[in-house]
């Protein structure tokens, strides 16, 4: 059984940082492809951060020099380094898994999803 369990969000002030963190098991692929997306209040889910079995990344436009994506597979974990946060980065962040090919930023592309970890920054 696929499990991800993410963790490390908080409440900063704008201009602050928090990295999140998330573990997986039960996903024996070495080096897999994973994503970070995220969900503000009344808005659709979107892609934030993606990085490839060979650890080329990409981002949204809204987060390029802000976020950075890394992924430890001796750990088993995907990190999402956040600096310079802002209000508008608010949301429910997301991993996922299991990408099947295509616009990594779809999430109807990812079989495997992680229980969500809350951001909260403030102005």
């Known amino acids: 059984q696929v499990q991800l369990v993410a963790s490390g969000g908080g409440s900063v002030q704008a201009g602050g940082s928090l990295t999140l963190s998330c573990v997986w098991s039960g996903y024996f692929v070495n080096s897999p492809s994973m994503g970070w997306f995220r969900q503000a209040p009344g808005k659709k889910r979107e892609g934030a951060a993606y990085?490839?079995?060979?650890?080329?990344?990409d981002y949204v436009d809204s987060v390029k020099g802000r976020f950075t994506i890394s992924q430890d597979n001796a750990k088993n974990t995907l990190y999402l380094q956040m600096n310079n946060l802002e209000p508008e980065d608010t949301a429910i962040y997301y991993c996922?898994?299991?990408?099947?090919?295509?616009?990594?930023?779809?999430?109807?592309?990812?079989?495997?999803w992680g229980q969500g970890t809350q951001v909260t920054v403030s102005s």
């Open positions: 996922a898994t299991g990408f099947r090919g295509g616009t990594w930023y779809e999430q109807d592309r990812y079989n495997y």
């Open positions: 990085m490839d079995a060979d650890h080329n990344t």
